[in-house]
């Protein structure tokens, strides 16, 4: 069945550090993915996509890399800041045109200053 | 350029009443989704409206229903509430449907 999972619900990581936060999907036919941070009692904040033509896409502090062979997804963020304490989310855009984005569980962030 | 906008933030509804919950799309953006988020769980896709007709639906019962509007505007209603859909309602927008979604805060909806 579709599924996006994450790897560790927790990360805790000293301030300054990159982090590396994991993410397995099931769904081969997906085409887009989606990394979203979310803050306690916000809605989720888009950080970066990647398409499934792509195997990395970079952004300002942040990278996403997509292993499409072991269906896998990873977020980095370099030089982790107490600000980027949050819940992270890898999603997964179900092929077609439903626009349908499938959550894995979600990963705590913890920056130690 | 506005985000998208959602109302009220907080709502308490007693088991059985009906709940409208409302959303304005970030400027220009014709597609709108809206998901459920229980707490500390990921969002779960409810429905998605494309220039003002449902386009996808995720597993959930009729009792959740949606419209949009020529503005592009949106709304969620459920009727016959229950202690289960006490959750995050998360409005969502997007330029077209290939494109990533920008979501707004949320309504917080607590079922007693």
């Known amino acids: 069945g579709e599924s996006v999972g994450l790897h560790l619900p927790t990360l805790s990581v000293q301030e300054g550090d990159n982090s590396i936060i994991n993410c397995a999907y099931s769904?081969?036919?997906?085409?887009?993915f989606i990394w979203y941070k979310q803050e306690s009692g916000k809605g989720p904040q888009f950080i970066i996509d990647?398409?499934?033509?792509?195997d990395k896409r970079q952004g300002q502090r942040v990278t996403v890399l997509l292993n499409k062979t072991v269906k896998h997804l990873s977020l980095q963020i370099a030089a982790t800041q107490p600000g980027d304490s949050a819940v992270y989310f890898c999603?997964?855009?179900?092929?077609?045109?439903?626009?349908?984005?499938?959550f894995g569980q979600g990963t705590t962030l913890q920056v130690k200053p | 350029e506005t985000g998208v906008t959602q109302s009220p933030t907080h709502l308490i509804k007693t088991r059985g009443q009906q709940v409208t919950l409302r959303c304005s799309s970030q400027s220009g953006h014709n597609t709108v989704s809206w998901y459920q988020q229980a707490l500390g769980q990921g969002p779960q896709f409810i429905f998605q409206?494309?220039?003002?007709?449902?386009?996808g639906r995720g597993n959930f019962p009729p009792r959740f229903s949606g419209l949009q509007f020529p503005n592009y505007s949106s709304e969620l209603n459920v009727n016959a509430l229950e202690l289960d859909d006490s959750a995050l309602y998360l409005c969502?927008?997007?330029?077209?449907?290939?494109?990533?979604?920008?979501f707004g805060s949320g309504t917080r909806l607590t079922v007693v």
């Open positions: 769904n081969s036919a997906s085409d887009y």
């Open positions: 999603a997964e855009k179900v092929s077609g045109n439903t626009g349908k984005l499938i």
């Open positions: 409206y494309y220039r003002e007709e449902e386009n």
């Open positions: 969502a927008s997007s330029l077209d449907q290939n494109y990533g979604y920008t």
């Open positions: 990647i398409r499934s033509n792509m």
